[in-house]
């Protein structure tokens, strides 16, 4: 085997581990955002208690989330519901809280629980 046949093998194994990784971190942010809420209720809606991730509701975040390649071994993993949605504020305040509410963290765990599990 070449050399130029060993970089472009390793190459392909080295995108596709990263393909995968972006991917699982989207997949663990989708399932941080599937959890019903243990707080407050309005209406039929169960709102998450501070410090959960955000409870379910119309699904516009949950379903904004991707893992989209820019560039080789180049991944980002995020949401577009700002543009979707007219209001790039909303996913930020619930991560971070805002001074009328407390944090509703669902990407920071995302990324937690999948460095633990690489850690294995």
Same mark, same amino acid.
């Given at each position: 085997m070449s050399v130029n046949s060993s970089m472009r093998h390793l190459t392909v194994m080295v995108e596709a581990r990263i393909a995968g990784i972006a991917q699982e971190l989207r997949d663990d942010v989708v399932v941080q955002l599937s959890s019903p809420g243990s707080g @407050? @209720?309005?209406g039929t809606h169960q709102?998450? +208690? %501070?410090?959960?991730? !955000?409870? +379910?509701d119309q699904n516009r975040l949950r379903g904004s989330f991707a893992a989209v390649r820019y560039g080789p071994a180049f991944w980002r993993v995020g949401t577009n519901y700002d543009?979707?949605?007219?209001?790039?504020?909303? !996913?930020? +305040? $619930?991560e971070f809280g805002? &001074?009328?509410? +407390? !944090?509703? %963290?669902?990407? &920071? %765990?995302?990324?937690?629980? $999948?460095? @633990? &599990?690489?850690? @294995?």
């Open positions: @407050r @209720r309005y709102a998450s +208690a %501070p410090g959960e991730s !955000p409870a +379910a543009q979707a949605n007219g209001n790039k504020a909303i !996913p930020v +305040a $619930l805002t &001074r009328n509410m +407390a !944090p509703r %963290p669902y990407f &920071r %765990p995302a990324v937690e629980k $999948l460095k @633990r &599990r690489r850690r @294995r």
